[in-house]
């Protein structure tokens, strides 16, 4: 079989869904040598504006993927191309733009919420990251069940070995992180309920026992995060609230290992890659109970309901201070990590291409 597969979100900075793609495209290549994998990206590493989405997703991709003669197109984040003339799968992360759509810029709301969801009927086969995400498109875009496989994401093993006490030290030093520090890992945009992470901090350190905890929150720039600087100068916080901004690849494990406990607030998550990658690390979680993170984080964290202050205030409190709960959520942690593995991934990813050309 001869594959294109969009490589887009690779480039630049890349977030959930060029990490998606990057592992699995390492993984397909390593599992199905028999297969012809073309990978396929613009010429520019920039964020495409929501026209330029549109023109790259719909005619420059599948136009290069037929020069190329591929046989499948896998689109892996975006629209399906509707002009194409062999098979396409389209892996479908979320439908967040449906469920939040006051979260979403108008422009980017019309084209994720409307022009995608209609771009899919064109797909042979369709991929969902979670049975959460999958439960969603059949409900809300009515698309048959069987249509829809779920393969769940993997986490990059990598992240496993122990960073050295230098390693360490150097990334206390780059982000002046002088104490213990809850961690939360994602884009600043409003869906990962970081105003209320902030809140719940503010509370946290109140108590004299969590006096030294730092809170650092790490990922790029969104939409619509203004706010929360605004909120921690509001609250004096500046001394104890850390924004890193995006980190590079080569910063992520030492900063994982380092934290004492991850934080995940989410209102809303296809899968939820950032707590699975702190478990792989040994962090305890405490995560929201929504979406897909009971399917992701197991027992192995503490599942909240992200609007419950009190609850998030005790949970981080105990957990900083029990350390027998703190010992067996480490624990549990190497259980649930091993249930994802980019390997298998790409096996059942291939099967999937295998069933576009035999039905």
Avoid at 283 to 305: F, N, Y
Avoid at 335 to 359: G, N, P
Wanted: glycine share 6%; charged share 25%.
């Amino acid at each position: 079989m001869k594959i294109a597969i969009d490589t887009q979100t690779t480039l630049g900075q890349p977030t959930g869904f060029g990490f998606y793609v990057s592992n699995l495209v390492e993984n397909l290549k390593e599992n199905g040598a028999q297969n012809e994998f073309v990978l396929i990206s613009p010429d520019t590493s920039k964020d495409f504006s929501t026209p330029e989405r549109f023109i790259w997703d719909q005619y420059k991709f599948p136009r290069l993927a037929k020069n190329h003669g591929a046989q499948i197109i896998h689109q892996p984040c975006f629209s399906a191309p509707m002009m194409f003339s062999g098979e396409v799968v389209v892996t479908i992360h979320d439908i967040i733009s449906i469920l939040f759509p006051q979260n979403i810029p108008f422009a980017s709301r019309i084209f994720y919420s409307k022009w995608m969801p209609f771009s899919y009927r064109k797909a042979k086969q369709i991929i969902s990251i979670s049975h959460s995400t999958k439960a969603d498109i059949v409900r809300v875009l009515k698309i048959p069940s069987d249509k829809i496989t779920v393969i769940h994401n993997g986490y990059d093993s990598r992240l496993k070995k122990p960073a050295g006490s230098n390693d360490l030290k150097i990334i206390r030093d780059k982000y002046n992180l002088e104490n213990d520090y809850l961690l939360h890992v994602g884009t600043l945009e409003p869906r990962k309920n970081l105003n209320f992470l902030i809140d719940v901090f503010f509370e946290v350190i109140k108590d004299p026992k969590n006096k030294n905890l730092s809170l650092v929150i790490t990922g790029k720039k969104g939409w619509y995060y203004e706010g929360l600087f605004e909120k921690v100068e509001k609250l004096n916080l500046k001394d104890k609230v850390i924004f890193t901004g995006y980190i590079d690849e080569k910063d992520k494990a030492a900063l994982y290992q380092g934290a004492k406990i991850f934080t995940f607030p989410s209102l809303y998550e296809g899968f939820g890659l950032p707590p699975l990658e702190a478990m792989a690390c040994g962090v305890p979680v405490i995560s929201s109970d929504t979406s897909s993170m009971p399917e992701v984080i197991g027992d192995a964290g503490i599942l909240i309901s992200p609007r419950k202050k009190s609850a998030w205030i005790e949970a981080i409190t105990k957990l900083n201070r029990d350390s027998s709960l703190y010992r067996e959520m480490q624990k549990k942690n190497i259980e649930q990590v091993s249930k994802f593995d980019w390997k298998q991934t790409a096996r059942k990813t291939i099967e999937i291409y295998e069933k576009c050309l035999t039905k």
